[in-house]
């Protein structure tokens, strides 16, 4: 059956869906996502279409080059400078 001559996609019960995994399967591959359940739906689709619908992750690298904060003056400190207090530590006078 060719994607314009398909019927309508239905929903399995989770029974039928148990029984029928190799059916659903290969009616996923030729008619398209099949779903499974009725109060709570999945749907099966073939990797092809999944992979498809899925934007590529970048390296997280080139993400936070691409989204950093721009025309923001961030002020680094020295390392030369001395320590400076850190709060809610313990102090050792007292």
Do not use: C, Y
């Not at 039928?16 to 999945?42: C, D, Y």
């Not at 990797?47 to 002020?75: A, T």
């Amino acid at each position: 059956m060719t994607a314009k001559h398909a019927k309508p996609n239905r929903t399995w019960t989770v029974a039928q869906a148990k029984a029928r995994l190799s059916e659903i399967l290969r009616l996923a591959a030729v008619e398209g996502p099949q779903h499974i359940g009725k109060r709570n739906t999945f749907v099966v689709v073939p990797e092809r279409l999944w992979q498809q619908q899925s934007s590529p992750r970048k390296p997280l690298g080139q993400w936070l080059v691409e989204n950093m904060p721009r025309g923001i003056e961030l002020e680094i400190p020295s390392r030369r400078e001395p320590e400076r207090e850190i709060p809610f530590s313990p102090r050792e006078d007292g």
